[in-house]
């Protein structure tokens, strides 16, 4: 592992945020590190409001969006809302059609088969719009590089409008409206939404015309919550905002979905981190393993028995879906050994019975083992797909775009993206990625970093210190748990390994005298030697609170161990 400390900001602009808010030295340094300087970002950072939210007609072609779903509804059209089969997906279907339909009745929903019909708006999906009389399709979190597609269903005379987060192509498809702040176009002052993201600013936009306020839309937030936590948007600006009091609806009044999912859980406040690894699994589950479309049905449902009977099914679909990514994954390490690719540059798969629906976790799963841009392929239909995963500040779609001649389709973001090929050009796009990912990664990217914020003593963490931690929260890509390092660390003599294997190491540490501190350090089992005999080590480390019978005692969740 690489320890990679990040800089010190300027002193100066420490003491003054420190003098500003009566903080510390290492919560200022914290602060600055996350673009916050002054007073009045402190106070947006730690106090986030529903006003900090922009006005959704600073989005390009929000006017035109609105005013064509207002003539839809005078007009008594048919609508559809269309969306991926994902988490972001399948909670911005359930966020959209759910408010329209609160007015409006002639709302139905549209996710297409993952293995039928693939990523992103489908023909298959607009001849059922064709067949069912819909003249209006909503596609949220797909469709800006669909042009064939939208060309299709103008032939039909059936509108769309497009909700999309991810990086548009050359062209744009000739929709009614276009709603991606990542358009060039468009300087809407915040880019980073997701799907579900898009989708709200689309009701936002939708409920000024009602006469409605941002609290009459609150209710809508646990769903962008569960959206921003699972496609690890950064918890920057409005993703904050919404992520923040999303959490509070999530904990205080969730749908009975998302009640059904949580209601076994014994914590009694969910963090983010609680929503990635409870609740987006299972409503993901849904689509890889069934048909997203029971995920929608789970979301949009009211009625607490009827969504405790979804629930039931979809926790069924979760455990299958880890026994196949599991097997997939010893199948596809098999592979790498014995095609010996242990030292390439890259990671690119391929078995044509693979189940499509979790190649992307694979692909995750094989980072672990080797660090470098995965790809997992598998057999869909009479063409390869693939899901691609990359390692940190490697941008892959980036790498893709230099091999699109041997691709059909590709789509995503820098770590993550999708795509299919003819299978007769999978050995020349395996070499042509390999090639270019040789040539274009640095070799520091190829070994895991743990990035550190600031060093600091055990005597300086404390239940205050812990508190302001706490208000960081929610965190998430660039507003990450904070990370420390303390050095010349001693165990007291109680280290011991843990779990079925000795994989995990607890113990309880000292430096230079000051009070003990219990630390767990999971996976680091391999570490005890380093440790024992009063051998003085260096730590990386977060700071996690452990309730056991009540009690709430402060614990170093170690990263690393270093003598």
Sequence with gaps: MRWTLQSKPEKEKVQKLQNELNIDEIIATLLIQRGVETYEQAKTFFRPTLNDLHNPYLMKDMDKAVSRIEKAITNQENILVFGDYDVDGTTAVSLVSSYLKSYYPNVATYIPDRYD??????????????????????????????????????????????????????????????????????????DELCGCGIGFKLIQALAKNRNQTIEDLVLYLDLVATAIAADIVPMTGENRVLAKFGLEVINTNPRPGIKALIQNVKKKVLTITDVVFIITPRINAAGRVKHGNEAVALLTEFNLEQAEQFASEIEQYNTDRRDLDKQITVEALSQIENNNEKDRFTTVVYQE??????????????????????????????????????????????????????????????????????????????????????????????????????????????????????????????????????????????????????????????????????????????????????????????????????????????????N
């Design 117 to 190: 019909e693939g990523y992103g708006i489908s023909f298959k999906g607009i001849d059922f719009a064709d067949d069912n009389g819909i003249t209006l399709i909503i596609a949220l979190d797909c469709g800006i590089k669909s042009i064939d597609h939208i060309a299709y269903a103008n032939e039909k005379n059936i509108d769309f409008i497009i909700c999309d987060h991810h990086r548009p192509g050359k062209e744009l498809p000739s929709a009614v409206a276009i709603l991606d702040p990542k358009r060039e176009d468009c300087f809407y002052p915040y």
């Design 353 to 562: 019975n693979w189940h499509k629906g979790v190649i992307g976790i694979v692909a995750s799963r094989l980072i672990e083992t080797y660090y470098r841009p995965t790809l997992v392929f598998t057999k869909s239909g009479d063409k390869l797909a693939a899901s691609a995963r990359s390692v940190k500040d490697f941008d892959v779609y980036n790498a893709l775009e230099v091999c699109a001649e041997h691709l059909e389709q590709f789509g995503g973001h820098m770590y993550a993206a999708g795509m299919t090929l003819k299978e007769e050009n999978y050995k020349n796009f395996k070499d042509a990625f390999e090639k270019v990912v040789q040539e274009t990664i640095h070799p520091d990217l190829l070994i895991p970093e743990i990035s550190v914020d600031a060093q600091i003593e055990l005597s300086d963490i404390n239940e205050k210190f812990v508190r302001l931690l706490n208000q960081f929260e929610p965190f998430g890509p660039q507003n990450m748990t904070p990370v420390f390092i303390s050095k010349n660390i001693k165990d007291t003599g109680y280290a011991k390994p843990l779990g079925q294997n000795d994989e995990h190491l607890k113990l309880f540490v000292k430096q230079n005298g000051s009070q003990g501190i219990g630390a767990i350090g999971f996976g680091l089992g391999k570490k005890l030697e380093q440790i024992t005999n009063q051998k003085p080590f260096d730590v990386v480390y977060c700071i996690d609170e452990n309730e056991f019978n009540g009690n709430v005692t402060l614990q170093l969740r170690l990263k690393d161990i270093r």
